[in-house]
Structures are given as C-alpha cells and as structure tokens.
C-alpha cells in the first residue's frame, strides 16, 4: 500500500512538473509523434509551389519571412507581420471528420477549401510545451485539395504533425 501512495505522489509530482501533461484532450499520439524525428520541408511562398502533407507524420517546415508570402486569403489572426514568419502547405485527409492539427509554437494557422476558410472547432495550446505547444481542431472534408496558411510567428521553423481527433466525450 506505501508503494502505491509512493507511486501515486512522484506520478502526480511528475505530471505537474511537465506543461504537456497539462491538456485536457488525449494527446498521447501527438506527443508520440512530436517526439520523432521530423521530416524536413521548405513550406512555400506561394500557392502553386506548396508542399503536400500527409497526416500521421511530424514535418519540420522552414518558412520565409511573412511578407514574402502571398497567401491564398488573408490570415485570420491579427498580428503584426512585421518580422514575423510564415509558410503555405497543402493537405488531403482521407476521411471527412474532425482533425488535429499539432505546431510546436505560436503561429497562426488558417485551413482553406478552394480559397473559403474553414472555421476551427477548437483549441488547447500549454505555455511551455512544444511537444506540441498548440492544437487546433477543424472538421475537414474528404480528399478535398486543402491549403495550410501559417502566419505571425516569431521562429523560422515550425513542427506540424496532422492527426485525426479521436473521440471525446462531452
């Protein structure tokens, strides 16, 4: 029984010294992901030459500074781009549903079906993690061409890893 209190207290000890563990959705394959190497992609700077995604993998992205982008609809977020970063992705999920899209910091993050935002339908983001930091939800359409615009963010790299949400209760 004193094992067990033992166990419980450097459990609990542990879990509050970590910021990740502090999500309230089940992150574990998130977090299994961002802690793989990533494979690494230049996003683009325009439309025509963004780099295709796959979900399931976690992809290191070197953007450009956000005023060299041309985005394919202005970013949501209001932010300055003054020496900010930013970068374009393309994405196809094999499933319509409800998806994650995982960054390890804070940018802005617009998902677009031929050039008509698709509104989030939630978010966690954990100050001080960034295995990921942030994760938005949008319930996205099957094998639809979709552009990943990501805006105002402070670093030129970004980890993105696309996972399907598993369920939640209530």
């Not at 930091?133 to 790299?157: C, N, R």
Request: charged share 15%; net charge neutral; aromatic share 8%.
């Amino acid at each position: 029984m004193l094992a067990v209190l033992l166990w419980l207290t450097l459990a609990t000890a542990a879990r509050a010294d970590d910021p990740c563990a502090a999500f309230s959705w089940d992150v574990r394959h998130e977090r299994e992901l961002f802690g793989q190497l990533p494979h690494p992609l230049s996003a683009a700077s325009a439309p025509g030459t963004a780099p295709a995604l796959t979900a399931d993998q976690l992809y290191e992205l070197k953007l450009v500074k956000e005023s060299q982008v041309s985005f394919a609809a202005a970013p949501g977020g209001t932010h300055s781009a003054a020496g900010t970063y930013a970068g374009l992705a393309r994405l196809s999920v094999p499933g319509a549903g409800l998806w994650r899209i995982s960054l390890d910091g804070k940018f802005w993050i617009d998902v677009l079906a031929q050039g008509t935002p698709i509104h989030s339908q939630d978010f966690q983001g954990r100050p001080g993690c960034d295995a990921p930091h942030k994760i938005v939800e949008f319930t996205l359409p099957a094998g639809t061409p979709l552009m990943l615009q990501f805006s105002g963010g402070s670093s030129a790299t970004l980890k993105i890893a696309v996972t399907r949400s598993p369920s939640r209760a209530p």
